[in-house]
């Protein structure tokens, strides 16, 4: 089971950091990607973090912003957002799978999500 927290509101050019904590599985073996749902538009790729080395990808949109790290130990991934902007607004998910790419049918397990809102 994964767990997203730390959504809020947030102003323009703000900072929020995200959790995603794992239960009941060894966090340690999977690669986490983190995405991003805005209203009933389908889910968007954001970034992931390799479970083998820590690499991580970033998509263009939030490249330099936004910062993907792990604590195996404490079964945590974090996604620290900064400069945040409306259009960051959205429910932010994590999800855990076995290869490093952003296809969302490679992921076996989701969060239920954790809204953002960047607003003033």
């Known amino acids: 089971q994964l767990v997203e927290s730390g959504g809020g509101l947030v102003q323009p050019g703000g900072s929020l950091t995200l959790s995603c904590v794992a239960s009941?599985?060894?966090?340690?073996?999977?690669?986490i990607g983190w995405f991003r749902q805005v209203g009933r538009n389908g889910r968007a790729g954001l970034g992931l973090?390799?479970?083998?080395?820590?690499?991580?990808y970033y998509q263009d949109s939030v490249k330099g912003r936004f910062t993907i790290s792990r604590d195996n130990a404490k079964s945590t991934v974090y996604l620290t957002m900064n400069d945040l902007q409306p259009e960051d607004t959205g429910v932010y998910y994590c999800?855990?799978?076995?290869?490093?790419?952003?296809?969302?049918?490679?992921?076996?397990?989701w969060g239920r999500g954790t809204p953002v809102t960047v607003s003033s």
């Open positions: 973090i390799s479970h083998r080395d820590g690499s991580t």
């Open positions: 009941g599985f060894a966090l340690d073996r999977y690669t």
């Open positions: 999800a855990a799978g076995r290869r490093f790419t952003m296809l969302q049918s490679a992921y076996d397990d």
